[in-house]
């Protein structure tokens, strides 16, 4: 059964009838728009537009694991502003001959997706295209409190991260070189876990700036430090070790992991800078110092090249 | 200049640094998310994708009325429930190599658009493709008003539009024809112009059930006596006579109007239902009567075939 057959209003009651409703949700899926509470009379909002053969292929990714990743890249960045995710609207355009049931796999990972940040699907939209496109807006509540943004670092803040980094870039390079261990980190590739809880509890652990890792640790350390008009010292000492990553970079041939931690994205980590005297809870890991200036530092040194990184061979 | 030579953030930059800012914006473009405020503790939200050579098409309609056209679909869909449209998120997918003008003047034309309904575009995201998609998703606020939902309509209710029927539908056929007159159609297909103050206002008013006429008249008053759980009867002797309609269909030779009127979609009328005894302003126009049953008729009679409507030459 193709979505042709059964048609845009057809594919819509289909999938809307298996979806969980939460109690924010005024007017839910089938109407003109959906209504959702806003309890602090705010509402974080964001979008973000997946394309085939770009940000993901069907070939590598299954349909769930496809859906669970454009969901976590929108409500990780609902997190990174000190936000509860609580609800995603769901465009999706694709060939008229795709199987439905590819299609319901990929709510399926939506709706996982969501479950696990606390959110539900309250709305979307379908429509044909040549290939399969996702735009996901995620919609959020701060609980009252100040939105963190990108430009509140201070001079003597610490920065620290929650979550895991360069995960997925190995397990791409793992996809790409036809490797298939360590398994974890080819997981971590199809299906990121960002820390959703970490976001609002940097908010009331006063956190200063924070940012979710997409485009890699140091580009997004770099987005932080300019709108913050600071500088970031980031101290590579300070990283768990991953033996996992160490056995991936062993399996390519790498000299080591630290590449795929500063430049790789995809993970959803968060990075947030806090005063330098708060206690943090330990999945937080400090890795780096605020200071005056500009720029992002790696070990006190200019970070240059590609994302602000010379990739010197770890 | 194209996209790929800004790259993403500096076309973000460029555009950014052009649009306005409400002071319903916490925090605008630039972040992980927008915050906005939500005066009322609900938010209304909805969104469309539009895809290339199937919503639009780049040969016959320009930058400015393909965005302008996009975010009236999402700013309509924020009226219907009642609500006043505050804020769109515009996601932009495109080939590297489009032109960073014609891409400008599409913002140009959501920002018009958006100034036309009192809202702003508050956040986007921007990717790459093989043709052009838009992701549009349109926030509102109800002002303390309940949503209209589609679900309300009551027998005894009379049926009522705002806005115009049928001019998209026969500007296009003038545009599929080669006829560039009356101009008034081609330019009410290429740049709708929904009664966005009509939404709130049918709130206010008492309106039992409300619908953006996106699907065509017949359609989406389908959808709204399936909600609804009535019937829903039109007397085509109700609709006012409009000159350039006659003028388009004698120009292609077709019979009548009443098609267009009935079927075509995208002008973005509003259609509601209102409880009898209301009086309601000259910009509504009484088109039928709500009763007991299921389905639309037209002059009491059953519309059958595509949309309900059997095309039986006007």
């Known amino acids: 059964v193709t979505i042709s057959d059964l048609g845009e ?27 959702l509470t806003a309890p602090d009379s705010r509402v974080v909002a964001t979008t973000d537009l997946l394309v085939e053969g770009r940000h993901f292929r069907r070939d590598w990714s299954s349909a769930a694991d496809i859906g669970a990743k454009a969901a976590a890249q929108n409500l990780a960045d609902v997190a990174a502003m000190g936000a509860v995710p609580v609800a995603l609207l769901v465009g999706f355009a694709a060939p008229g001959d795709l199987a439905v049931a590819w299609a319901r796999e990929l709510v399926t990972g939506i709706a996982a997706e969501c479950a696990r940040a606390g959110a539900t699907i309250a709305g979307g939209d379908v429509s044909g295209a040549g290939s399969v496109v996702l735009a996901v807006t995620a919609l959020g509540d701060l609980a009252g409190r100040d939105p963190v943004t990108r430009a509140g670092a201070q001079p003597g803040d610490v920065l620290a991260y ?57 580009a997004d ?55 330098a005297d708060r206690e943090l809870p330990g999945y937080w890991t400090v890795i780096g110092q605020v200071r005056k200036g500009q720029g992002v530092l790696v070990n006190g040194t200019a970070a240059t090249g590609r994302a602000g990184w010379n990739h010197f061979g770890d």
């Open 9 to 35: 209003f057809g594919f819509i009651e289909a999938i809307a009838a298996e979806l969980p409703r939460s109690d924010r949700t005024v007017v839910g899926i089938g109407d003109d728009a959906a209504v």
């Open 221 to 275: 350390c770099g987005h932080l430090a300019r709108a913050s008009r600071v500088q970031v010292d980031i101290d590579t000492g300070r990283f768990p070790g991953d033996p996992a990553l160490a056995a991936a970079a062993a399996a390519l041939g790498r000299p080591g992991a630290l590449d795929w931690v500063l430049t790789g994205g995809e993970d959803h980590a968060l990075a947030a800078t806090f005063p």
């Open 162 to 218: 929650a979550g895991v980094l360069g995960e997925s870039a190995a397990g791409l390079a793992l996809l790409e070189a036809g490797l298939p261990r360590p398994a974890s980190l080819i997981a971590a590739h199809r299906r990121p876990a960002p820390p959703y809880h970490a976001g609002p509890e940097a908010a009331a652990l006063g956190a200063t700036a924070m940012i979710d890792v997409s485009d890699g640790l140091l």
